[in-house]
């Protein structure tokens, strides 16, 4: 693990406003900068960085977060991968805690596999563009396909040359253990005899979302009918099939962005592609679409488009994947190309116009496309089309979502012209059968069929003690350390009786007001997260008087961190520039903050008063006339404190 030694430097040296700047264009606003989102396409900004909080701000997607949370959202690093990347770009040492012997030995073993594979990478690469036999076979196939430099260079295509041991030889010259080379799948040891698993084979490196070596495909080129055309790198501890998607790497940004992804068949379907102009695009590399792999997309999009060459008999395999893809909570959409064609060859011989407009209008929700290709087969069969429509409901079946199935049924049901009772009943039959088989309990035949209607969304309504909670995290993370004058209010009775609040001017921080109060009357947090930030931000508060806030965000949990982050940009977000210039003057918030502190705290009581005299009353309803007159005093001293408090915020009951 990385010391927290390394992990305070990094936040100490790093500047959110450099970091972000090498990904999005900003411009000075003010104290801070502004850029278009990189998350979303926006004509007008609304992506805020503030160098004095170390903090930013996306109000198109709602992220934001400090400077490692940037990284984390756009280039999708893990949390390591993050701290490393800073601290490559500021020149920090990273140092590591103490580990066991068996978490050096696996650590120490899997950085040998990826050191391993990335000088595989970087030898086919320089072998496909600087050696005789790679420029005269490999580089000669790639510009065949239609690959640019700038396209091999981008993919760092290779290719391994036709002699049994010339990579292995070659590796282990220059110091790599014969061990990796074997586990990584490299090199294949028989006895005493070692030789290239990818000898004379154009090479298609396999890289991770955050950009290492895993593994390669490797196509040959000659017709030997007994040599597969394809080869894949083996598992090892690096590199698992069912977990790894072919150009993963260069399309998560624009997957992101775009908020789509294509999913092909091949390799150079991808490079294609990518070459074409659409770089949201990604292959399972010939195997077979698995849970893994959709929730690999899935933390960049929630939507995925299958394109298919027309070939029948594979699209109709292919079919499978759909099933997987909705149980996953996603959706999917499926575009096949004209026969004869398949994305490789339709991206290479059309423009990116072309290519676009030809996916734009031909990508069918699955529900359509299953039904126009199992129908076109049913024909006038009665039996084949009572299979294929069951079949469509086995796919609705699969989705979560409850709305979303009853919409598809309803869409099933106008395609196929049949009856929604009929559908939903063969529907909650299927969903019966998978919950039998889940908890493996078989339930009686005559138990009758029961449709679960759609739940009804309740309207939201607004829930007035987590915007004042939120208020005061606000002051406390952007005045509580500021001194003010604040009007105390003693609670006093007069002669007749009445109770009445005497004002009393004191001087205090912001944070000692606010603790005090809260305190005074045992107020707690009603939600837990701000409860656990209040106590924070008054701890370091009161601790440190020099706390930044910025520390805060980045010794919170992702979360939390993005919740203040929040709360903190939105005040930035109106923040008026040179509006006196222009003649127009604004009273400044930090001038009446001690007025705002005491008015959301007066709301704040008001509103737990106002709980308190509902609570009571329905006590009273429910004991049903038990303690009446005890009971309807303490509802008259509760509405009498709460007048008091209206007329102090110059409310109306």
């Known amino acids: 693990m990385i010391s927290k030694t390394t992990i305070d430097n990094v936040f100490e040296t790093a500047r959110v406003e450099e970091v972000i700047g090498d990904f999005v264009q900003l411009k000075k606003a003010g104290s801070n900068f502004k850029g278009l989102s990189p998350f979303s396409d926006e004509r007008t900004p609304s992506f805020m960085v503030s160098p004095v909080k170390q903090i930013w701000k996306d109000f198109s997607s709602g992220k934001g977060g400090n400077v490692v949370a940037f990284l984390m959202e756009h280039e999708h690093f893990t949390y390591p991968e993050a701290i490393k990347y800073l601290a490559k770009k500021y020149g920090i040492e990273v140092e ?26 970087e030898y086919f690469h320089t072998t496909l563009l600087k050696a005789e036999e790679g420029k005269a076979i490999g580089l000669s196939y790639f510009k065949e396909r239609g690959f640019t430099e700038e396209t091999i260079q981008t993919f760092k295509l290779g290719y391994s040359p036709n002699i049994w041991d010339a990579f292995t030889s070659h590796a282990i010259k ?32 396999i890289l991770s979302l955050s950009g290492r070596t895993l593994g390669f495909g490797g196509r040959i080129l000659t017709s030997d009918k007994k040599a597969a055309k394809y080869l894949n790198s083996p598992e090892s501890g690096i590199y698992h099939k069912s977990k790894v998607l072919y150009g993963i790497y260069h399309a998560k940004q624009s997957i992101a962005k775009e908020d789509n992804c294509y999913l092909v068949e091949g390799y150079t379907d991808v490079i294609q592609f990518y070459q074409a102009g659409i770089r949201n695009v990604v292959s399972s590399s010939g195997t077979a679409l698995t849970p893994e792999q959709i929730r690999l997309i899935n933390r960049l999009t929630k939507n995925i488009t299958l394109l298919f060459d027309g070939d029948a008999a594979g699209v109709r395999a292919s079919l499978r994947g759909v099933d997987l893809i ?26 990116l116009e072309e290519v676009s407009l030809y996916l734009e209008e031909n990508a069918q929700d699955f529900i359509n496309f299953k039904a126009s290709l199992l129908a076109t087969e049913a024909k006038n069969d009665p039996v084949k089309k009572a299979e294929t429509i069951r079949d469509m409901v086995v796919s609705i079946s699969k989705i979560p979502d409850v709305i979303k199935r009853e919409v598809y049924i309803q869409e099933c049901s106008r395609i196929m012209d049949i009856s929604e009772e009929v559908l939903f009943n063969t529907l909650a039959q299927i969903l019966q059968k998978d919950r039998r088989d889940a908890v493996k309990k078989p339930k009686k ?5 029961e449709v679960i209607p759609s739940e009804k969304q309740a309207v939201k309504k607004v829930d007035i003690q987590f915007e004042l909670e939120r208020k005061i995290i606000e002051l406390l993370l952007l005045y509580g350390n500021k001194e003010e004058e604040f009007e105390e209010l003693i609670l006093e009775a007069d002669e007749r009786g009445e109770v009445a609040f005497k004002p009393e001017v004191v001087k ?22 701000f409860k656990e930030v209040y106590y924070e931000i008054i701890n370091k508060l009161n601790q440190e008087p020099d706390f930044q806030i910025n520390n805060l965000v980045n010794e919170l949990d992702p979360e939390k961190a993005s919740a203040i982050t929040h709360i903190l940009m939105e005040e930035e977000k109106y923040q008026l520039h040179n509006w006196e210039g222009k003649d127009i003057y604004v009273k400044d918030k930090k001038v ?21 005299i509902h609570e009571l009353s329905n006590e009273m309803k429910e004991r049903d006339g038990a303690n009446e007159e005890s009971n309807l005093q303490n509802i008259v001293d509760y509405i009498s404190l709460k007048k008091v408090l209206s007329e102090k915020l110059n409310r109306v009951l």
């Open 174 to 205: 220059k110091g790599y253990k014969i061990e990796f080379l074997e586990k990584t799948g490299l090199t294949i040891v028989k006895e005493e005899k070692q030789f290239d698993r990818f000898k004379g084979r154009v090479m298609f490196p």
């Open 508 to 529: 205090a921080k912001v944070f000692e007001k606010i603790y005090l109060d809260l305190q005074e009357d045992e107020i707690e947090f009603a939600n837990e997260d």
């Open 326 to 351: 909705l149980e996953q909570g996603m959706n999917v959409k499926i575009c096949t190309f004209p026969e004869g064609e398949d994305p490789d060859s339709f991206a290479k011989n059309n423009s």
């Open 592 to 612: 009446t903050i001690a007025q705002v502190v005491s008015e959301t705290i007066l709301n704040l009581r008001r509103h737990l008063v106002a709980q308190k």
């Open 445 to 449: 035949a005559t138990q009758e069929l």
């Open 96 to 121: 590591e805690t103490e580990q066991t012997n068996e978490q050096k030995e696996q650590a120490n073993e899997r950085e040998s596999l990826y050191l391993v594979s990335e000088f595989a990478k």
